[in-house]
């Protein structure tokens, strides 16, 4: 149901709520007039009911005095009875079972309270002086103002109408003479202005509690809407603590991961380094053995101080103190330096090192907005998965022209990687296999760190993969 009320602000206090009604209609200034009518019918419509039956029924019983007071007139009187009031109540009785009677309720009650008092008065006005009349008038009243359900305005217009035909035909047409009018208009006055008065405070408090309750409604809305939020905020609450809690449990399970790793993925050049270093010592070995043991030795060196330079670099990009300087490249002669880096290292595994791109085969220079440090490290961490991960086949590097992009690619045919895996393997720590005994090395850093890289020069990093066949590895940078 709608709000029936207005919300003022009292010297910047809490909002007061009131209820504006008409001082003398008693209706709603509000918009909502029409739902208050509704309620009180279907709350008065009972009441209404068994009171018209009532009063039908004193209407009738009272032409017994028809007989008794005086024959001359009984014949008019029954007629104003039985033909006219009576009808008229029993018809709008059994007119208040059809639908249609919400709408006219009030203005049929108003007519036969007029109709009702006319006819007293036109008995009256024909014996004045028979007092049983002037009280059948009173009971008319009573009905009117307090039982039927006529609401004060027309029950107010509804007496005043009935007491003006009741003095005019005492007046000008009835013998009475003026101390009787001005006795019996004392009481009759009397009890227009009570049941006026009784009329406006029953229909005034109805419409009270009425706003009472719509109010009540209102506020028990707002309640039940504020704990639903507030059930809602708690469950949305919840589950970002069960998420956060989630995070942070695999976060330590990663990191305990990650550290066991690193200290293997450590431990092994350094042993290769101390080993091959107290080998170096021996004078039992040939100078040609040495010169193997040197070059194992630095190929450990090497690999320690990759890792070392991953572990600073992910320190970088945390912390926002990684330094990226772009400039214009020229993608081709890039990429054929890139393919003479890595060839010998694809010789090494047996793998074909391909170069592949369309605008390769064209005269026309392709550049690249890019850090070329960044763009090299970025390239190689790719590559060097690609050797890790294929035992057989080819690795293919290239590029392609993409609307304002470049968009790069390394192609491999080695194990391919898992769907549900194509998000998290760009995570810091995370890996395909996060075992100590996975069938490959690598500390899980390189692809995060590529990740981090492309995006902080404008670009971005996606893999695609089918298991068994291979995985590509793509990433696009903006064009100069």
């Known amino acids: 149901m709608r709000d029936i009320y207005r919300i003022e602000k009292q010297n910047g206090s809490d909002p007061q709520i009131k209820m504006y009604l008409n001082k003398i209609t008693l209706s709603f200034t509000d918009l909502f007039e029409k739902d208050f009518r509704i309620k009180y019918f279907h709350d008065s419509l009972f009441q209404f009911r068994i009171s018209f039956l009532v009063v039908t029924f004193l209407y009738a019983v009272f032409g017994y005095l028809d007989n008794r007071v005086t024959i001359e007139y009984t014949g008019l009187f029954h007629a104003i009875r039985f033909f006219v009031v009576i009808p008229l109540f029993l018809f709008v009785f059994l ?33 004045p002086l028979n007092y049983a009349y002037y009280l059948g008038l009173m009971l008319v009243f009573s009905a009117g103002y307090f039982f039927i359900s006529l609401r004060f305005l027309l029950a107010s217009i509804a007496g005043l109408i009935t007491l003006i035909l009741f003095n005019t035909g005492l007046i000008f ?40 309750n719509i109010q009540l409604d209102n506020r028990n809305a707002e309640i039940a809407h504020v704990n639903r939020t507030l059930e809602s905020k708690v469950d949305e609450r919840t589950n970002e603590l069960t998420i956060s809690m989630k995070k942070a449990e695999e976060s330590d399970r990663l990191k305990s991961a990650f550290l066991a790793n690193m200290s293997h993925e450590i431990r092994t050049p350094l042993n290769g380094i101390i080993g091959f270093s107290e080998l170096l010592a021996d004078e039992a070995f040939e100078p040609e053995q040495k010169k193997e043991f040197i070059r194992h030795i630095t190929t450990n060196g090497n690999n320690l101080l990759n890792i070392i330079s991953d572990i600073m670099d992910i320190s970088k990009i945390e912390s926002g103190e990684i330094k990226i300087r772009c400039k214009k490249m020229n993608v081709k002669s890039w990429l054929e330096n890139i393919h003479a880096v890595n060839q010998i290292k694809a010789k090494e595994k047996n793998l074909e090192l391909k170069t592949f791109s369309p605008e390769l085969e064209s005269e026309k220079d392709v550049f690249v907005f890019a850090d070329p440090e960044r763009l090299f490290q970025v390239i190689n961490n790719l590559i060097s998965n690609a050797l890790k991960f294929t035992s057989e086949g080819f690795i293919e590097i290239g590029y392609r022209l993409a609307d304002e992009m470049v968009e790069f690619h390394v192609k491999d045919t080695g194990a391919g990687i898992p769907n549900e895996f194509y998000e998290r393997i760009f995570e810091r ?19 995060a760190i590529s990740k981090n890289l492309v995006e902080l020069m404008g670009g971005k990093i996606w ?6 066949k291979g995985s590509t590895f793509y990433f696009a940078l903006p064009k100069p």
């Open 429 to 447: 720590f995370r890996q395909v296999e996060t075992s100590n005994t996975r069938s490959f090395g690598g500390n899980g850093l390189g692809l």
């Open 95 to 127: 007119l208040s079972f059809c639908k249609c009677f919400i709408h006219i309720w009030q203005e049929l009650l108003f007519i036969c309270f007029i109709v009702g008092g006319t006819g007293i008065t036109l008995m009256t006005v024909a014996i």
């Open 463 to 468: 893999v695609e993969s089918e298991m068994g």
């Open 173 to 212: 047409f009835s013998s009475a003479d003026s101390n009787l009018i001005f006795n019996n208009n004392f009481f009759f006055i009397s009890a227009n202005v009570i049941g006026m008065f009784a009329a406006y405070n029953i229909e005034y408090y109805k419409r009270r509690d009425f706003f009472l």
